[in-house]
């Protein structure tokens, strides 16, 4: 065993007795071309500011594009996690912020077609990295596939994205609603970006707020409201986070005022049915799925 490997079941071993496990959430949009992956990276980024250890899984089936906005090349994705026999760690990169990132790819499209062996043994690699993480962050596909909805229906939290436009907001609902009518019992919420002003971007997350609770009848949580920015622009060009590029920037202090709200607790207080955990929940819906 190797010195790495030695100080990675340490720290399992530490995790387990104190009972430490990563708060898990999933970061969805209805709709592409909302910014999804952009935030997904910035709150990662922001959180580990904090002195949160986060990872992200980049759940796109078809192309994960987590590691083009940090300027890094692709080269291992979860595919090698079944077709090389490497474990869930060894696919871990890490951006020189401090956030760890694994890529899905097309990979993700064939877990319910594993053998119980891979199966088995990927929710043992997803149960130690909670251990080892403050935050797990699956940096949702857009729609929903079958493998992203069992995601969805186990993570604590997801965090809706969406835009003022009318179409991106209907696509955040009727998301949100699949997910309920699902059975999901994580709390929804919402943040609204690239809003030419606060006005605009707030009606946009009331007219959400005010849907789910006349039709679902479930409480959601606005952690605000994303400027449009050049600044956004320049940084995606240039692949450094915005966060990085223009700290100062109005959408840089809006991320992190939003970070601030999740990670404080905003929302968690609210009376929310008892449930499993999230590893259990994964377990119950992918082998459901597979039957």
């Known amino acids: 065993m190797t010195n790495n490997d030695q100080a990675a079941e340490l720290r399992r071993r530490i995790s387990r007795l104190t009972g430490k496990r990563a708060k898990?959430?999933?970061?969805?949009?209805?709709?592409?071309?909302?910014?999804k992956s952009n935030i997904s990276l910035n709150f990662a980024i922001e959180l580990t500011r904090h002195g949160k250890k986060v990872l992200i899984f980049d759940m796109d089936i078809g192309m994960g594009n987590i590691h083009v906005l940090t300027g890094q090349t692709a080269g291992r994705s979860i595919a090698d996690f079944f077709e090389k026999d490497l474990s869930l760690e060894d696919l871990i990169?890490?951006?020189?912020?401090?956030?760890s990132y694994i890529l899905g790819g097309s990979g993700l499209s064939r877990l319910i077609e594993w053998d119980n062996s891979h199966f088995s043994r990927w929710?043992?690699?997803?149960?130690?990295?909670?251990?080892?993480?403050d935050y797990l962050l699956f940096d949702m596909g857009a729609g929903a596939s079958k493998e992203a909805l069992n995601v969805l229906m186990s993570?604590?939290?997801?965090?809706?994205?969406?835009?003022?436009?009318?179409?991106?907001?209907?696509d955040a609902y009727s998301m949100m609603k699949y997910i309920h009518f699902q059975g999901g019992e994580s709390a929804f919420y919402l943040l609204c970006n690239r809003a030419d002003s606060e006005r605009e971007g707030q009606e946009a997350v009331k007219r959400l707020q005010q849907a789910i609770r006349k039709f679902l009848g479930k409480s959601s949580f606005e952690l605000g409201v994303l400027p449009e920015s050049t600044a956004v622009k320049k940084a995606v060009s240039a692949q450094v986070p915005f966060l990085v590029a223009a700290p100062n920037?109005?959408?840089?202090?809006a991320l992190q005022?939003?970070?601030?709200?999740y990670r404080e607790g905003y929302g968690y207080l609210e009376d929310r049915p008892e449930t499993n955990s999230f590893i259990s929940k994964l377990r119950h819906f992918f082998v459901k799925g597979r039957h």
């Open 123 to 133: 929710l043992e690699g997803i149960e130690a990295l909670q251990e080892q993480y």
């Open 24 to 35: 898990t959430a999933a970061i969805v949009s209805g709709k592409g071309g909302v910014g």
């Open 93 to 99: 990169y890490r951006d020189q912020e401090g956030v």
């Open 257 to 261: 005022e939003a970070v601030k709200l």
């Open 249 to 253: 920037a109005k959408v840089s202090r």
């Open 155 to 170: 993570v604590d939290d997801i965090i809706v994205v969406t835009t003022p436009e009318p179409t991106s907001i209907t």
